[in-house]
Each structure stands twice: as C-alpha cells, then as structure tokens.
C-alpha cells in the first residue's frame, strides 16, 4: 500500500539480465540452460541469414502483467529488422521471472555493430551492441560482395 492507503496495480519491473544466445534448454526442474552466449557474430560474408538467435532475459521488482518487447536494430540505428514480444506477469514485488525472445529467420544485410533492445510496455530498459565481423576464409582474404557492375553511357 502507498503513502497515500492506495495498493498500486502495477509497478515497472527492474531487468536482471539480458543474454543473446544460440540456443536455451529448460531443465525439468525448469532452470535454464544457456548455450553460446553471444558477445559477436563472426560470419564469413554478408549479407548473412541467421536461422535462430534468442534472448533470455530475467525480470524481478515488479508488479502486475507485463509485455516485453525485444527488437534487433540495424547498425544505423533505427531500421528493425526482428522484433518479438513475449507477455508476462509478476504477482509480488518479490516475484523473479524468466522470458525467451525468438529471433528467426533475420537477414543481416552488413558487417558493423547491431543492438539489441529490451522494453517492458514501451520504456526501454536495456540497449546493447552485437558486432558482426567478416572473418577471412582460413588461409585467404575476407570474402567482399562483388562490386555492382558499371551501366554503360549513352554518348
């Protein structure tokens, strides 16, 4: 109850953590499994399909039914190329829950540093770069997407 006898219906929660990962396995006792954490991407060229990326995330300090909404960015900055929202709830201010994002079937059309951001209804929470890096062929040079061809002018 607040200050002034009213029981508040909702308060924001707090983020715990958010990790990129390439896969997420739940125990039977329901703890998870977190399989390559992600601090980059190193891909042999671009643009470069990604199957499957996900985001567990960890809310605690909250009350009330939530959305969250994770969105990946493109290295300008505002272009979004996945988004995905997952509903959840805290029932006490003492209650710790756990969400999974799915990113799939998301084409990263350049090298350069991504973000990722996670809001809890709209208020941005948290915003972290991922770098995709060309990495060379072993024993070569970094594969380059082949130059557009000149058209020929009209004299």
Excluded: H
Excluded at 60 to 74: K, N, P, R, V, Y
């Amino acid at each position: 109850m607040s200050a002034d006898g009213v029981n508040p219906s909702r308060i924001l929660p707090d983020l715990q953590c958010a990790l990129l990962c390439e896969d997420i396995r739940v125990e039977i006792n329901q703890n998870y499994i977190l399989v390559g954490v992600l601090r980059n991407l190193v891909v042999r060229e671009v643009p470069v399909p990604i199957g499957r990326m996900l985001l567990f995330t960890r809310w605690t300090a909250g009350f009330g039914d939530f959305i969250q909404t994770a969105s990946l960015i493109a290295p300008d900055k505002t272009t979004v190329l996945g988004k995905c929202e997952v509903p959840f709830r805290l029932n006490t201010g003492e209650d710790i829950t756990s969400t999974v994002s799915v990113f799939q079937q998301i084409q990263l059309p350049q090298s350069g540093t991504y973000y990722i951001e996670v809001a809890v209804d709209q208020v941005v929470k948290l915003r972290f770069p991922v770098t995709v890096v060309v990495a060379p062929p072993p024993g070569g040079q970094p594969t380059q997407p082949a130059a557009p061809a000149e058209s020929p002018k009209a004299d």
